[in-house]
């Protein structure tokens, strides 16, 4: 499903000319919709955290087109760095076993 919806993304982008933009502006948009996902966090609201991580997700997309990059490789290169990752959870976070 989720690369379905991604290659619509792309689509929508192109039809936009958003994937010939600058990177940099797209990077700013990336922070802009961070700092919503923050505030969603602070403020307790569930609904603002699923449109800003969706937004979040929308962009990196199209960051990635710009970039020439394709974000599914990305997606599988950072699964599969994490895959067979060890290590343990110390006060709410998961630290790897190298960093331990």
Same mark, same amino acid.
Do not use: H
């Given at each position: ?15 936009? $000319?958003? $994937?010939? %933009? ?9 922070? #802009? #919709? ?7 966090? %602070? ?20 960051? %990635?087109?710009?970039? @020439?990059?394709?974000? $599914?490789?990305? /997606? @599988?290169? %950072?699964? $599969?760095?994490?895959? @067979?990752?060890?290590?343990?959870? /110390? ?7 190298? @960093?331990?």
């Amino acid at each position: 499903m989720i690369k379905m919806t991604t290659e619509l993304i792309k689509k929508w982008a192109i039809d936009r $000319n958003l $994937n010939t %933009a600058d990177p940099n502006k797209q990077m700013l948009k990336l922070v #802009e #919709e961070f700092g919503e996902l923050g505030e969603g966090m %602070a403020k307790g609201k569930p609904e603002l955290i699923k449109d800003a991580l969706g937004d979040m997700y929308v962009v990196m997309t199209i960051l %990635a087109m710009q970039m @020439d990059i394709d974000i $599914n490789e990305c /997606i @599988d290169i %950072a699964y $599969n760095e994490i895959k @067979d990752r060890k290590g343990k959870m /110390i006060d709410g976070v998961f630290v790897k076993e190298s @960093d331990l």
